[in-house]
């Protein structure tokens, strides 16, 4: 039933370490978007595809990499973890880019690196 | 340059008080408009929006919200607030020139029993 989906939900590694987080809605939307929250919940956008092309490509590490098999599914791949990178992970759906209904988010992926 | 603003890091308000969070933005043309609200270990959900037509939108959970073009602004509103509405509220525009949403910094709301 859950709209949009992310896991894990919380995800705890050292640093050099390479992770996932996997996302995906079952709405039928075209769009979906990766954010990232810091601790002062400031919401940055990093990635967003509309139909499996990346249209949205924010000012990011090279060490983040999005992969869109499918418009369902939206994973982040991070390599090279740093401490930096702790934060709230939000993944995101909408219908389609440019038309503004609204977004579905997940619940969010808290990565700690320690 | 595109922005929204939300004067109040943080609102104190006791159970049954009313409520009114601002947001203020900056945009050319005329904005959608939108309100999340993030409860403690959730993501955010739509609360309420604004495109076009009557000014004053409602929302769910009871709350609404007004746009006024001349002052730049879209105040979020509940005349009566439940504990459970202790949360984090985000304000954003969406711009047409590039599909992205233009966030507010946050404003926690705290409710006082």
């Known amino acids: 039933d859950t709209a949009v989906s992310q896991t894990p939900k919380y995800l705890v590694t050292q640093m050099g370490n390479d992770k996932s987080i996997k996302c995906e809605q079952n709405l039928g939307h075209d769009t979906m978007y990766w954010y990232k929250q810091d601790s002062k919940k400031f919401l940055k956008i990093m990635f967003s595809?509309?139909?499996?092309?990346?249209?949205i490509n924010e000012t990011v590490p090279n060490r983040f990499s999005p992969k869109s098999p499918d418009k369902a599914h939206l994973n982040l791949h991070i390599n090279s973890l740093e401490l930096g990178d702790s934060a709230v992970y939000f993944c995101?759906?909408?219908?389609?880019?440019?038309?503004?209904?609204?977004?579905?988010f997940g619940s969010g992926t808290r990565l700690t690196v320690v | 340059a595109q922005s929204v603003t939300q004067p109040d890091i943080h609102i104190t308000v006791s159970e049954g008080a009313s409520l009114e969070l601002r947001c203020n933005y900056s945009?050319?043309?005329?904005?959608?408009l939108f309100w999340y609200v993030q409860s403690p270990g959730q993501g955010l959900q739509l609360l309420l929006k604004y495109f076009s037509g009557d000014t004053l939108v409602q929302g769910i959970k009871g709350f609404e919200a007004e746009f006024k073009r001349s002052q730049s602004s879209f105040n979020l509103r509940k005349p009566s607030v439940h504990w459970s509405d202790a949360a984090e509220y985000f304000c954003?525009?969406?711009?047409?020139?590039?599909?992205?949403?233009?966030w507010g910094a946050g404003t926690k709301l705290i409710i006082k029993p």
């Open positions: 995101a759906s909408s219908l389609r880019a440019g038309v503004w209904d609204g977004y579905t």
């Open positions: 595809y509309n139909n499996k092309e990346l249209i």
């Open positions: 945009y050319g043309a005329t904005p959608y």
């Open positions: 954003a525009v969406g711009a047409r020139s590039n599909y992205q949403l233009i």
